[in-house]
């Protein structure tokens, strides 16, 4: 059994945050988004891009890109972790993960228009082993933390993602703002370079948790079970519990709502500033630079408030700060106000991740083994709103060739989810006097 509470592995499970965050500044938020629409956009043919014979507006195809990814991940997730939790193999599977996620990000160093295609699935790739490795790290957090500790530990973990993630972009700076100190003559090619050193920074970082995490045991009821029973009766198990917990059903609706909006914002900030604003690079990096430098501020601050006022009270007033940005977000105009914009969603993005995940981790049943199965319920619910987030920001981009017309529609999904989180409140209300 292990030590819940040991702050060395603590540090160490916060370091998979610090490993993997690199791809999501770099590879969804940054460099990759602004070096993607800066080689795709040509003279010949404007924004539109010719994959596997079929044309697509740029970002409406890296966007469709990511949601099949993430759609894939929704359907394999809970088979897999359910597989994980009675065969003991959640490490397994968060190393496998990280693998294909890293060395994914290392074949992005040979993406260049010539090569759409191949870029594209090493964009999937390591889409889809950043998603899975969250999964299965997330399923440690009620293992290693106690209740009362898990929204301190969840903000950790952030913290540490955020840090980690600005000390290599500012390595990526180096390259992209200075190549001339390197001798490099060829624009593509800083890109290239941090791509690559994003691949070699997760997988070096990340054996820190992997060898500091407890191994995994099988569990006894499964032992001489094959992958197909074991998983589909594990799954099957965890569904049953969670049919019954009126709390974390009505929780998960309300997630699954409040982050299409968090995560389609988050994914599509930079090519927003790119596309619609015409903002240089430089401009784009330091304004991603900020939202990541302020939500280490707002995961420590969401954490003390939510001990002070409860996790649902500060969510219901963090997503109402997230509708109000949907509504400024229209409205912008020029770089002072894409600035002002970017250091309010630093601080709820902080908060609204760290704070959920720990959320729904103190709700899980104590002392259960199935925690992998339990975290796929609510990764593949915040997958599964990506898709449609993305999808919808695409489409409707698609059909109007106006990103300020999708970022109207993202309030609605925000308004819905808190909704469901004043609903929540209630329950949470009956449960504390039923107790």
Known sequence: MIEKDNKKIIRSWAFFDWANSAYNLVITSTIFPVYYVAITTTEAHGDEVTFFGKTFINTVLSNYALAFAYLVMVVLLPILSSYADAKGKKKFFMKLFTYIGSFACMGLFFFKLETLEAGIICFVLAAMGYVGGVMFNNAYLPIIASTDNQDKVSAQGFSYGYVGSVILQLICFVFVLKPELFGITDKSLPAQISFLLVGIWWFVFAQIPFKALPKDVPQEASVGEGIVKSSFGEFAKVWNQLKRMKFLKTYLIAFFFYSMGVQTIMLAAAGFGAKVLKLESGSLIAV???????????????????????????????????????VYGYSIVNELQFYTLAAIVGLIMGGIQSLSRSTYSKHIPENTTETASFFSFYDATEKLAIVIGLFSFATIEGLTHNMRQSIIALASFFIVGLIFLVLLRKIERKELLKS
Not at 297 to 323: F, R
């Open 288 to 326: 991603i630079l900020i939202i990541q430098l302020v939500a280490i501020l707002g995961a420590w601050l969401m954490s003390l408030l939510a001990k002070k006022w409860g996790n649902v009270n500060v969510l219901i007033i963090v997503v109402l700060v997230w509708i109000a940005c949907c």
